[in-house]
């Protein structure tokens, strides 16, 4: 590797490493902007039969150094870095990576309401799977919440417990039961602990853990009953996985020296950009990106107060698994607007689980994967409904992201997929992130921040639409409003919308027009007064969209209509 | 572009890794012969607990009080109703063992029983010799013999000797397959019914190889006490040509089936192993596409099928579904012919 001494940072690689494919940008500056000069993917090779990362990130590079014509690589294989004058290599190199097995976790607490809730948030953002809880008013025996953690066999138990100088006899004894636990299980098994509870005992417990297994503790996550503090804590969890994903994911420990920061989770870097985006917009609403891999997805909130980061095993490749025994088939099957049996349906996507590297290659299959993305937007919906994670129900704006809804090739469609997984309410518009690029821009803004807020205002992110709610309890096909959409030049497009209807109004991406909405009868927009005040509202790809169908979206029970009713809403955006 | 490989290998030589997955004591040596069932390593995980709490129990002033109560030390092996603790004197009063156990510990005047422990014997999995002993955890178990790798397990292991012919290779295992004959031995078939599923059990087969079978029957497939191996994918599909072709020149040997779940991460796979005299090489594990290659395809309604790689198409191919991905031209008998993603293949290893 070239070691001249870097000036001003201007070429920039960033690699995704996931668990299905392995992504590449090249970003550099072009008229005093960063810009991205070429992406490029190749399947990711830390499975069998190579299982090291090497393979698939040298055929990425070598694929943007084709495209871009610009030398990225020495003679070697290895990465120049910094960039040469003669413009050869990249001055930063960033490296995200969702390829995290999922850890099995116990939260341990005291309060169920307060600790615990915070110790259980904790493993809800990280590529976790919980699945024990113990908290002090548990009221099973002692003996039995210990059998319920061997059980369980954890990865990791979290302890959270005690206000900074308050309960310490309760947290000792929540302690003693993971101390026994650890006692008893074979060495090669021993969950890893994480402290996050009371800061007196946090020595304490550090030492007694630690003649057992691995202990990492992080500053309390609820220093007083009123405050939840998770960041630096989650920071803790997010290195103690990425240690685990750094021993077992072949090649990355390798690379990592050459990286301008150490890699960093996927979902930790995606929960970065939300934070940063969510102070740039309206408090009120509040930012919601959701993201939908391979194996996981994830969904992140930010204002400029609360972030929240919410982690599911979900997703189209191996996560298709968790999303087929969380869901009955038909949930999926119903979005298709073509003859195929739910039989069909569930064998193709359970061979996806199989081969999670396998591309759509027919329309009937890649309307069969939106069909899914639907159901792993509902289900993610519903959880954060469950967890109460989301302190809104209006986001501003909804940003999409992830490798398999980057692959969806008509923008309508990918509106289509959030508006019938997501549902949002009230006035949201939605922003698609068309190269999966948000996680990696989160790493990014760690060390080069122009460059990820450049970026955020480029091309390389879709205005899909403005996308308005409008729910009334009329009957289908009656009329709930006239709208009218005027332009900057003077001009105006007018439309009227009906009871179970979807229509767009056309606005080119970028371009501001005023709307006003007169209701014929009594309907709402959420958290929105329709007292006839003119809305001003941004344009997208597919315009300014009145989805008056109604939350939640019902379907016909009946094939044909429910296939006839698809079909015209799709129509009626345009769809490819 | 490193290809996905799937081996139908009629003579190969197989290395398999048997382990613990937490430090136990190995049964075999190095050279030994082993048979499919046999146990060669043993380990046990705690499972289920008691807590005698013995100063609330007979209510002492203090837990070091009640901890001079106890009458028998940690390690110690313990009999269901087993005096634990007694408070002395002509009254005495005693607490004794709910269950039989080991006693783990004695902390703040409870004392910690260990009930019971799960168990872990490994076995074999496959007829062979063991080329390796690892301490502790198991061992390499080395064979020659014929090869088929599938793509999904009910996590079982299974072994008896194969009984198949060419129409339930070809279509779907009927009942009239079963019956005392069939106990013990490894039936093979196209796909099968969840009927027919339960109607095994009861026969006591040894396991169960099926080219296809519904996802509807995966919960069924896993409730089953005997292996299921699935060699193609979810579907009714059935079996790809190579695999019924290999085991039908196989009738009547002993088969074994280790019917683990793919981990693509560990390289673990659901496999067939069918021991044979002769010796041959081990296989390759890693090829990159290329011309004249067999393959099958695993996804969409070409699922299942065989075919012959033509020509790889250059850069990336506009597929039907709008994507663009890194493509085949495939031949499928004499002139059928389909453009098919990389992705969708996995190239079939055979040595012969």
Same mark, same amino acid.
């Given at each position: 590797m070239a070691k001249n001494k870097p000036t001003q940072a201007k070429s920039v690689l960033g690699l995704e490493i996931g668990s299905a494919n392995t992504r590449g940008f090249l970003f550099d500056v072009v008229e005093n902007s960063y810009r991205m000069i070429a992406s490029s993917s190749a399947p990711s090779t830390q499975m069998q039969p190579l299982f090291d990362i090497g393979e698939a990130v040298y055929e990425v590079v070598t694929r943007l150094q084709e495209v871009t014509g610009r030398v990225l690589l020495e003679k070697s294989g290895e990465?120049?870095?910094?960039?040469?004058?003669?413009?050869?290599?990249?001055?930063?190199?960033?490296?995200?990576?969702?390829?995290?097995?999922?850890?099995?976790?116990?939260?341990?607490?005291?309060?169920?309401?307060?600790?615990?809730?915070?110790?259980?948030?904790?493993?809800?953002?990280?590529?976790?799977?919980?699945?024990?809880?113990?908290?002090?008013?548990?009221?099973?025996?002692?003996?039995?919440?210990? #059998?319920?953690?061997?059980?369980?066999?954890?990865?990791?138990?979290?302890?959270?417990?005690?206000?900074? #100088?308050?309960?310490?006899?309760?947290?000792?004894?929540?302690?003693?039961?993971?101390?026994?636990?650890?006692?008893?299980?074979?060495?090669?098994?021993?969950?890893?602990?994480?402290?996050?509870?009371?800061?007196?005992?946090?020595s304490q417990l550090r030492e007694a853990f630690g003649r057992y297994t691995s202990v990492r503790t992080a500053p309390n996550i609820r220093p007083s009953l009123e405050e939840e503090v998770l960041d630096p804590a989650l920071g803790e969890l997010n290195a103690m996985i990425m240690e685990k994903?750094?021993?077992?994911?072949?090649?990355?420990?390798?690379?990592?020296?050459?990286?301008?920061?150490?890699?960093?989770?996927?979902?930790?870097?995606?929960?970065?950009?939300?934070?940063?985006?969510?102070?740039?917009?309206?408090?009120?609403?509040?930012?919601?990106?959701?993201?939908?891999?391979?194996?996981?997805?994830?969904?992140?909130?930010?204002?400029?107060?609360?972030?929240?980061?919410?982690?599911?095993?979900?997703?189209?490749?191996?996560?298709?698994?968790?999303?087929?025994?969380?869901?009955?088939?038909?949930?999926?099957?119903?979005?298709?607007?073509?003859?195929?049996?739910?039989?069909?349906?569930?064998?193709?996507?359970?061979?996806?689980?199989?081969?999670?590297?396998?591309?759509?290659?027919?329309?009937?299959?890649?309307?069969?994967?939106?069909?899914?993305?639907?159901?792993?937007?509902?289900?993610?919906?519903?959880?954060?409904?469950?967890?109460?994670?989301?302190?809104?129900?209006?986001?501003?704006?909804?940003?999409?992201?992830?490798?398999?809804?980057?692959?969806?090739?008509?923008?309508?469609?990918?509106?289509?997929?959030?508006?019938?997984?997501?549902?949002?309410?009230?006035?949201?518009?939605?922003?698609?992130?068309?190269?999966?690029?948000?996680?990696?821009?989160?790493?990014?803004?760690?060390?080069?921040?122009?460059?990820?807020?450049?970026?955020?205002?480029?091309?390389?992110?879709?205005?899909?639409?403005?996308?308005?709610?409008?729910?009334?309890?009329?009957?289908?096909?009656?009329?709930?409003?006239?709208?009218?959409?005027?332009?900057?030049?003077?001009?105006?497009?007018?439309?009227?919308?009906?009871?179970?209807?979807?229509?767009?109004?056309?606005?080119?991406?970028?371009?501001?027009?005023?709307?006003?909405?007169?209701?014929?009868?009594?309907?709402?927009?959420?958290?929105?007064?329709?007292?006839?005040?003119?809305?001003?509202?941004?344009?997208?790809?597919?315009?300014?969209?009145?989805?008056?169908?109604?939350?939640?979206?019902?379907?016909?029970?009946?094939?044909?209509?429910?296939?006839?009713?698809?079909?015209?809403?799709?129509?009626?955006?345009?769809?490819? | 572009m490193y290809a996905q490989l799937t081996h139908i290998n009629p003579l190969t030589l197989i290395h398999r890794n048997r382990l613990l997955p937490v430090p136990g004591s190995v049964n075999v040596r190095e050279g030994q012969k082993v048979n499919p069932a046999d146990i060669v390593a043993e380990a046990s995980i705690p499972a289920r607990h008691y807590l005698v709490d013995v100063a609330r129990t007979l209510a002492t002033s203090t837990p070091a009080a009640a901890e001079k109560m106890i009458t028998r030390k940690p390690g110690e092996m313990l009999q269901k109703n087993d005096i634990i603790a007694e408070t002395g004197g002509l009254f005495s009063r005693v607490i004794r063992t709910p269950g039989e156990g080991r006693m783990i510990s004695v902390n703040k005047g409870r004392i910690l029983i260990e009930a019971e422990s799960t168990k872990i014997s490994l076995q074999a999995g496959l007829a062979g010799k063991v080329s390796q002993v690892i301490p502790d955890r198991g061992a390499t178990i080395q064979c020659y013999g014929a090869l088929i790798q599938g793509v999904w397990g009910n996590a079982r292991l299974g072994c008896g000797p194969l009984a198949a012919d060419s129409e339930s290779l070809s279509g779907e295992l009927k009942s009239s397959k079963l019956g005392v004959t069939a106990r013990g031995t490894v039936l093979a078939g196209g796909t099968c019914s969840k009927e027919f599923l339960a109607a095994a059990a009861s026969e006591e087969i040894g396991g169960l190889i099926l080219g296809s079978i519904s996802s509807s029957h995966i919960s069924a497939a896993l409730e089953q006490p005997y292996a299921i191996i699935v060699l193609c994918g979810f579907g009714d599909f059935g079996m790809d040509e190579l695999s019924r072709k290999l085991l039908s020149t196989?009738?009547?040997?002993?088969?074994?089936?280790?019917?683990?779940?793919?981990?693509?991460?560990?390289?673990?796979r659901p496999e067939v192993y069918i021991p044979l005299a002769e010796e041959a090489n081990a296989c390759e594990d890693q090829v990159v596409y290329s011309s004249g290659q067999t393959v099958r395809l695993h996804t969409g309604s070409y699922a299942g099928r065989v075919g012959r790689i033509e020509s790889l198409l250059p850069g990336f191919t506009l597929l039907p579904s709008g994507l663009r991905a890194a493509a085949a031209r495939v031949v499928f008998g004499e002139n059928s012919r389909e453009i098919i993603p990389l992705a969708n293949l996995d190239v079939i290893l055979a040595s012969d």
């Amino acid at each position: 590797m070239a070691k001249n001494k870097p000036t001003q940072a201007k070429s920039v690689l960033g690699l995704e490493i996931g668990s299905a494919n392995t992504r590449g940008f090249l970003f550099d500056v072009v008229e005093n902007s960063y810009r991205m000069i070429a992406s490029s993917s190749a399947p990711s090779t830390q499975m069998q039969p190579l299982f090291d990362i090497g393979e698939a990130v040298y055929e990425v590079v070598t694929r943007l150094q084709e495209v871009t014509g610009r030398v990225l690589l020495e003679k070697s294989g290895e990465l120049i870095l910094p960039a040469q004058p003669n413009g050869d290599g990249v001055d930063q190199f960033f490296v995200t990576t969702s390829c995290a097995p999922a850890l099995k976790v116990v939260a341990a607490g005291l309060l169920s309401d307060v600790s615990l809730e915070s110790a259980k948030k904790l493993a809800y953002a990280a590529y976790t799977n919980l699945v024990e809880s113990i908290w002090i008013n548990d009221r099973r025996p002692f003996n039995q919440k210990m #059998d319920a953690v061997l059980a369980a066999r954890p990865d990791l138990i979290i302890l959270a417990g005690g206000t900074d #100088d308050g309960a310490s006899r309760s947290v000792t004894r929540t302690a003693d039961l993971i101390t026994g636990v650890l006692g008893f299980l074979p060495r090669g098994i021993r969950p890893q602990v994480l402290y996050c509870g009371n800061q007196a005992l946090s020595s304490q417990l550090r030492e007694a853990f630690g003649r057992y297994t691995s202990v990492r503790t992080a500053p309390n996550i609820r220093p007083s009953l009123e405050e939840e503090v998770l960041d630096p804590a989650l920071g803790e969890l997010n290195a103690m996985i990425m240690e685990k994903v750094l021993d077992q994911i072949g090649g990355l420990r390798r690379i990592s020296p050459l990286c301008t920061i150490p890699p960093q989770l996927t979902n930790q870097a995606f929960h970065q950009i939300i934070k940063f985006l969510g102070r740039q917009y309206d408090p009120q609403k509040g930012v919601l990106g959701v993201d939908v891999g391979a194996t996981y997805s994830m969904a992140a909130y930010a204002n400029d107060r609360v972030s929240i980061l919410n982690t599911f095993n979900l997703g189209l490749g191996s996560g298709v698994e968790e999303l087929l025994l969380k869901s009955d088939i038909r949930e999926i099957s119903r979005w298709l607007a073509f003859s195929i049996t739910d039989a069909q349906v569930s064998d193709y996507l359970w061979n996806r689980s199989l081969y999670p590297l396998s591309v759509a290659s027919t329309i009937e299959e890649s309307a069969l994967e939106r069909a899914a993305m639907r159901q792993v937007l509902r289900l993610m919906m519903a959880e954060l409904e469950i967890r109460e994670a989301l302190p809104s129900s209006r986001f501003e704006p909804i940003l999409l992201s992830g490798s398999l809804i980057s692959r969806v090739v008509d923008p309508v469609q990918s509106l289509f997929v959030a508006l019938d997984g997501m549902q949002p309410l009230g006035i949201s518009p939605l922003i698609l992130d068309k190269h999966g690029i948000l996680p990696l821009l989160g790493a990014i803004a760690n060390k080069n921040p122009l460059l990820a807020i450049q970026l955020l205002e480029s091309t390389a992110f879709t205005n899909l639409a403005t996308a308005i709610s409008i729910t009334s309890k009329a009957r289908i096909g009656s009329t709930l409003l006239r709208a009218r959409l005027d332009y900057p030049d003077g001009n105006y497009f007018e439309a009227e919308v009906k009871q179970g209807s979807i229509l767009s109004l056309p606005l080119p991406s970028g371009m501001s027009g005023i709307l006003r909405l007169q209701p014929t009868r009594r309907v709402e927009i959420e958290d929105f007064a329709l007292n006839r005040e003119p809305i001003k509202v941004v344009g997208g790809v597919c315009g300014v969209v009145l989805d008056a169908r109604g939350r939640p979206i019902v379907l016909p029970e009946d094939p044909g209509k429910r296939t006839d009713l698809i079909k015209e809403w799709e129509f009626l955006l345009g769809a490819a | 572009m490193y290809a996905q490989l799937t081996h139908i290998n009629p003579l190969t030589l197989i290395h398999r890794n048997r382990l613990l997955p937490v430090p136990g004591s190995v049964n075999v040596r190095e050279g030994q012969k082993v048979n499919p069932a046999d146990i060669v390593a043993e380990a046990s995980i705690p499972a289920r607990h008691y807590l005698v709490d013995v100063a609330r129990t007979l209510a002492t002033s203090t837990p070091a009080a009640a901890e001079k109560m106890i009458t028998r030390k940690p390690g110690e092996m313990l009999q269901k109703n087993d005096i634990i603790a007694e408070t002395g004197g002509l009254f005495s009063r005693v607490i004794r063992t709910p269950g039989e156990g080991r006693m783990i510990s004695v902390n703040k005047g409870r004392i910690l029983i260990e009930a019971e422990s799960t168990k872990i014997s490994l076995q074999a999995g496959l007829a062979g010799k063991v080329s390796q002993v690892i301490p502790d955890r198991g061992a390499t178990i080395q064979c020659y013999g014929a090869l088929i790798q599938g793509v999904w397990g009910n996590a079982r292991l299974g072994c008896g000797p194969l009984a198949a012919d060419s129409e339930s290779l070809s279509g779907e295992l009927k009942s009239s397959k079963l019956g005392v004959t069939a106990r013990g031995t490894v039936l093979a078939g196209g796909t099968c019914s969840k009927e027919f599923l339960a109607a095994a059990a009861s026969e006591e087969i040894g396991g169960l190889i099926l080219g296809s079978i519904s996802s509807s029957h995966i919960s069924a497939a896993l409730e089953q006490p005997y292996a299921i191996i699935v060699l193609c994918g979810f579907g009714d599909f059935g079996m790809d040509e190579l695999s019924r072709k290999l085991l039908s020149t196989h009738i009547g040997h002993d088969v074994s089936i280790n019917a683990v779940k793919w981990n693509r991460l560990t390289g673990d796979r659901p496999e067939v192993y069918i021991p044979l005299a002769e010796e041959a090489n081990a296989c390759e594990d890693q090829v990159v596409y290329s011309s004249g290659q067999t393959v099958r395809l695993h996804t969409g309604s070409y699922a299942g099928r065989v075919g012959r790689i033509e020509s790889l198409l250059p850069g990336f191919t506009l597929l039907p579904s709008g994507l663009r991905a890194a493509a085949a031209r495939v031949v499928f008998g004499e002139n059928s012919r389909e453009i098919i993603p990389l992705a969708n293949l996995d190239v079939i290893l055979a040595s012969d």
